[in-house]
């Protein structure tokens, strides 16, 4: 132990009310940073100055640190009783983390309940910190990395559930990944709450080669709504039925479940004079080919979203997505397109009776 001095990894205490205040957002900032010990019954100055009862001191830890602090630090701690001087003092060793980042309950997962080490002080995060936490602690997928947004509804959600009969249960977010194992909630939470931060914007051309369009429509909130308000919205453009309506649903539904909602890029949707399209965020997944899903390979880029959208009825588990849209479109007489590009990927819904059929357009991959 060193005695004489604080530093980024060791952190001296005399035990009082304060210590039961501060020593959370201590065990905190060692989490978040490079782990390090504090040692209770010792000043600032490095003086041994002992406590009265250890183990009722060990005891008041263990039992506080759970109700402080989130996610659960038990785990990374390890409380020793040590003699020095002749006198008992406490030393707590923490060790990094590996859930990051660690945030004081009371305060949740902002810059004033999450505290990192620096030099020999902890000190709150900026947000862009606390985002980096986020990103480099888990290489879990997207969707089941702890949201950092904690303050979601889900009023969108709960109509939905209560439209498809299904009874919202106390473990019904866990059991479709919204909420994780450390009770809080995923990204996949963050895409179905209405707090959702991507947005499905359609624009309606006069011509075929505008760049100016004359009407254009943002859907907000869960991605639930977007879906449905996005439908309605096309449908109303589709008087004539130029489109089968099925078609225009699933192409709509592939752009939603599909994309990327780590890129902040929203989803596009233009509609020509003779012509629809979906452009979305994200490559293919893995080594995937367009000429893969034309045979009916499947790979879901955001499984816990596709799996609440078939649990609420508004898709189904067939997994054969683009060679619907081609067969409901050879149906109709009309012909779909698709081009998969280095980060996006791009549906083409084309006009019925324009002249072009299924077989005069091939599916373009690699654009």
């Known amino acids: ?49 002992g406590v009265q009862d250890t183990d009722a001191i060990i005891a008041c830890i263990r039992t506080k640190l759970p109700k402080e602090v989130m996610p659960d630090v038990l785990p990374l701690i390890e409380l020793t009783t040590l003699l020095v001087d002749r006198k008992e003092i406490i030393k707590l060793s923490i060790d990094a983390g590996f859930d990051k980042p660690y945030f004081l309950t009371s305060h949740g ?3 004033d309940g999450v505290y990192m080490r620096d030099d020999h002080l902890s000190r709150n995060p900026t947000e862009s910190e606390i985002r980096e936490m986020l990103i480099h602690s888990s290489d879990q ?26 009874e919202k249960t106390e473990s019904l977010y866990s059991d479709l990944k919204l909420i994780g194992r450390d009770g809080l909630y995923t990204n ?15 624009k309606v051309y006069e011509l075929k080669d505008s760049s100016v369009s004359m009407i254009s429509k943002v859907c907000k909130g869960s991605i639930i709504n977007q879906y449905k308000e996005a439908f309605i919205f096309l449908d109303s453009q589709n008087k004539e039925r130029e489109y089968a309506p099925d078609s225009i649903r699933e192409a709509l539904l592939n752009s939603i479940l599909h994309r990327d909602y780590s890129n902040p890029i929203n989803n596009m949707i233009s509609r020509y004079p003779d012509r629809l399209e979906f452009l979305s965020p994200g490559a293919l997944p893995g080594n995937l080919t367009i000429e893969d899903l034309f045979m009916g390979a499947s790979v879901p880029v955001n499984p816990n979203i596709m799996k609440l959208f078939i649990t609420l009825h508004l898709a189904d588990m ?45 599916p373009i991959t690699n654009q």
């Open 141 to 166: 997928h997207w969707e089941c990395q702890r949201c950092f947004n904690q303050g979601l509804t889900f009023r969108t959600l709960d109509a939905a559930l209560a439209d498809a009969g299904i």
């Open 318 to 362: 067939t997994g054969f997505g683009i060679r619907k849209m081609q067969i409901l479109s050879n149906k109709n007489k009309t012909c779909a397109s698709f081009h998969a590009a280095e980060d996006s990927f791009l549906t083409i819904l084309h006009k019925r009776n324009d002249g072009r059929y299924p077989e005069d357009l091939t």
């Open 109 to 111: 997962m902002t810059p």
């Open 1 to 49: 132990m060193h005695r004489d001095e604080q530093t980024e990894f060791i952190d001296l205490r005399t035990y009082s009310s304060s210590l039961r205040v501060d020593i959370s957002k201590t065990v905190v900032a060692f989490a978040n940073s490079e782990g390090g010990d504090i040692y209770i019954g010792v000043s600032q100055e490095g003086n041994i100055i």
């Open 188 to 202: 996949a939470a963050l895409a179905i709450s209405d707090q959702c931060p991507h947005s499905t914007v359609i």
